[in-house]
């Protein structure tokens, strides 16, 4: 597609119940980032994809968060167990190189993120 | 503390006017910096990126680079009501932002 594509929009959870956010990156984008971003907040890194490999996830806040994009394509971030301090929203970015290109070329295309309210 | 660090704000100046929007950061091996705006239920979009020591202009906007003492700033010379927005600040690698710093343009 012509952007970054998430889904759900918008999300409410229960506390306990687990959620999956969905992000379909810009068609031949190598890279792929999760970002959480609480309210009046800039956004706080979580994971990093080089194709299908996570080769970072050291923002990932506990092990109740998952990441995977088993094809290289499209992602998913789970998260099991929701608490109340989980509400944010979640932005999923792409570009098309590997994120050590310093080129003013590879930067990051956000989608519209997903907003997860837990109750 | 925080990697990259953005003057708390809010900022509000008159439409016309120059908005000065600065920015620190700590890792001195960062070597690319971006400026993105948000606006309200929206997703980051960048304005600016700059990796070399000096000045860099677009259009209205003049990003300003001193590697020596960390530090970034985004100018935005005719500031229009439509600016009004979050300015985020960003050093990667990974791209880490700041805080952002709410913008206001009043007309």
């Known amino acids: 597609g012509a952007g970054v594509s998430q889904s759900p929009r918008y999300k409410v959870a229960k506390r306990g119940q687990d959620v999956a956010l969905r992000c379909d990156p810009i068609s031949g984008h190598v890279s792929l980032f999760w970002y959480q971003q609480a309210l009046g907040q800039g956004p706080e890194f979580l994971t990093y994809?080089?194709?299908?490999?996570?080769?970072?996830k050291s923002g990932l806040p506990s092990d109740r968060f998952f990441a995977e994009r088993p094809e290289g394509s499209v992602s998913t971030l789970k998260i099991q167990r929701t608490q109340q301090e989980d509400s944010a929203v979640y932005l999923c970015?792409?570009?098309?190189?590997?994120?050590?290109?310093?080129?003013?070329?590879?930067?990051?295309?956000f989608g519209a993120g997903s907003r997860l309210t837990v109750l | 503390q925080k990697e990259v660090e953005q003057n708390s704000g809010p900022l509000s100046v008159p439409e016309g006017a120059i908005a000065s929007l600065n920015c620190t950061y700590s890792d001195r091996g960062s070597q690319s910096f971006f400026w993105y705006r948000q606006y309200s239920g929206k997703s980051p979009e960048l304005i600016m990126f700059?990796?070399?020591?000096g000045d860099k202009e677009d259009g209205r906007f003049t990003a300003q680079l001193n590697k020596a003492s960390q530090y970034v700033s985004l100018l935005i010379r005719d500031s229009q009501p439509s600016d009004s927005a979050t300015y985020l600040c960003a050093a990667r690698d990974p791209l880490t932002f700041g805080q952002g710093t709410i913008l206001t343009v009043h007309p």
């Open positions: 970015a792409s570009s098309f190189w590997d994120r050590g290109i310093v080129s003013g070329a590879n930067v990051l295309t």
């Open positions: 700059i990796y070399s020591n």
């Open positions: 994809f080089q194709n299908e490999a996570q080769l970072d």
